[in-house]
């Protein structure tokens, strides 16, 4: 065995060269990887013994990508393109054994192999649309040349990871290996290669699959519009695409340069940057200051919730999902019995789509069991509240819990902004009791804001993190305070929202600048999609809100066809004049002049009031760090990724451009609009938010 380099060694197996890769994690594209590709292959050209040379890694994975550490520094080291002109150039057939997964720069290294052997549980993909780029070393000229046009752009577009048993289909594989014994497979494969003098298939060469497409705009066309939705906003799908047209219309060379161009034009612009951001601010979020890697986690076999409405029901889903035990308690079996059988719906719904087979379906609903007895939690190891947001209910439920559940049980709170100190106070075990606020719905939302409270132990903080991964949920650790991180920040800018519509600006003008901002809909729309009424008490209502004669005049949100829009029977909305009649009349009895209030004004007064209360809630300790209250954002209200979060997108304006606006706002508005005080220790200092 030869050591290339420390990440790199070379062996010569009868006939056939084995250049093997370690470089844990996951053999990421670093400067040292590629020293040693280039390097290895190299070598195992120029050695007479070798007639074919098979690239195979060590670990858990085949090259997962490239190594996003490096991304806008200096390059050192061969660039990838010298190494893939090395590969694909190899005057001896090269066959690139793959495991795990080969993912993005990855892939694009496996495509300049002559030939690619995969073990059946191997997945390959180019992701890079989700960092906001796309495949920048000839992937996405080399993919349309195996697959075709249409798989590429739903490939390439989504991000997929796709199967090594469908690569094969698809060509992008040339034979699958039996598990756990790739490198024999790949070798045999190798002197396969040599004894048939098979011929050094390059990819790039291969003309017969977008020949195909040559001369079919539609196709493009149709993908556009089909995805016009899901790509809103974002600049990555749309250069993937235009990529992907360029390989089916110009020869390679040319379509490599388009493939430059936008990738540069990527690279260095803002949707990118937010979006590798956040990437990282995912992973960061995961870690706790105070609570060590090693901390002792409670093991979960059992879950009970309480409460069956569509909360609970949802929750429950969750750990159903991945085959934990729930039991359901209810006051009634009327309720329990139709909380059942919302989630069966849910679960043969998804099964309609082809999301879970039959089976699954009954396997879930075996996992999920129904009480009308508190009783039933008495073996559980983590119990989550999710009834409605009253006080005296919790408190006594808690009351209840601590005498029924085991010890080392966790006590949870589904609450969205209720002390929880307050609640862990009844409780003799307050260092059992968190707060996981699950969003609705339940079952699809990522987000879980996991309040930390005074006494909470940091077994009970480990496990819960530890225990959102498994469920699948992005988790951040918020501290307690009315509204945690986010339901706090929403309040800004839905007081802001309310206001400029008593100034003069329209419900419809206000939900458009936030659309056109990136929000999936704005605040108006949201209200009218979840229901007016959420909370309203017609005999307590006394007509002094425009959401009080909405509802008494039944105008209730898209259920009841109107609310602050009209709608039409595809639940359609149009700016309503009927709203526009209480609004002025609103503002008339108020005695208000109301004004033009422009686009910059209406987004200036709903965001950056939003992100002084996140400076707030860091200057508080709140949260950890600027970057988990952007993940919050993007994962629990449709903040755009490609504006990184309210944090984030304070740096890209500058905190001194924030604070300048708050304080005219205070002037001319009042005391609402305050700046914080570590705001202002911001701008004195010159730093940025994600400094805090």
Known sequence: MTAINEVTDLTVEGDVAVITLNSPPVNALSAKVREGLYEGFKAAGADPAAKAIVLICEGRTFIAGADITEFGGASKGPGLHEVQDMMEGSPKPVVAAIHGTALGGGLEVALCAHYRVAVPSAKVGLPEVNLGLLPGAGGTQR?????????????????????????????????????????????????????????????????????????????????????????????????????????????????????????????????????????????????????????????????????????????????????????????????????????????????????????????????????????????????????????????????????????????????????????????????????????????????????????????????????????????????VCPGFVGNRILGQRQREAQKLVMEGAMPWDVDRVLYDFGFPMGPFAMSDLAGLDIGWVKEKSKGETIRDVLCEMDRRGQKTGAGYYDYDENRNAKPSPVTEKIINDFIVKSGANPRKISDEEILERCIYPMINEGVKILEEGKAIRASDIDVVWQNGYGWPVYRGGPMWYGDQIGPAKVLEKMKEFQAKMGDQFKPAALLEKVVAEGKKFSDL
């Open 143 to 479: 993919l349309p040349r195996i697959v075709g046009a249409q798989k590429a752009l739903e490939m390439m577009t989504s991000g997929q990871h796709v199967p090594a048993k469908a690569a094969l289909a698809m060509g992008l594989v040339d034979e699958l290996a039996e598990e756990g014994k790739l490198r024999e497979a790949a070798i045999a494969f190798a002197k396969k290669c040599v004894a048939e003098n098979k011929p050094l298939v390059k990819v790039r060469d291969n003309d017969s699959k977008v020949a195909a497409d040559r001369g079919k705009p539609e196709i493009f066309e149709n993908f556009r519009k089909a995805n016009a939705r899901k790509f809103r906003g974002f600049l990555a799908p749309e250069y993937n695409i235009r990529c992907i047209e360029a390989a089916v219309n110009l020869p390679f060379e040319e379509g490599l340069a388009v493939e430059r161009k936008l990738f540069m034009e990527l690279m260095t612009g803002s949707q990118s940057a937010a979006q590798r951001y956040s990437f990282f601010a995912e992973r960061t979020a995961q870690k706790i200051p105070d609570v060590p890697d090693d901390t002792p986690l409670i093991p979960i076999n059992k879950v009970g919730i309480i409460g069956a409405g569509t909360m609970g029901g949802g929750i429950a889903m969750n750990f159903a999902n991945v085959g934990i035990p729930v039991v359901i308690v209810e006051v009634k079996q009327d309720a329990l019995d139709r909380g059942l059988s919302v989630i069966r719906k849910n679960y043969e719904r998804t099964a309609s789509r082809g999301g879970i087979t039959a089976e699954q379906v009954e396997e879930r609903m075996g996992l999920i069991s129904g009480s009308l007895e508190m009783e039933a939690l008495a073996d559980v190891d983590l119990v989550i509240e999710a009834v409605f947001e009253r006080m005296d209910v919790k408190k006594d439920i808690f009351t209840k819990l601590d005498a029924i559940c085991k010890p080392g049980a966790i006590l949870a709170t589904n609450t969205s902004g209720l002390n929880i100190d307050e609640i862990a106070s009844v409780t003799k075990r307050p260092e059992s009791v968190i707060g996981l606020h699950f969003f609705s719905p339940a079952n699809v939302m990522k987000l879980l804001e996991i309040v930390r409270a005074d006494h909470t132990s940091k077994e009970v903080i480990a496990t819960s993190m530890k225990l959102a991964k498994k469920i699948g949920k992005v988790a951040v650790l918020v501290g």
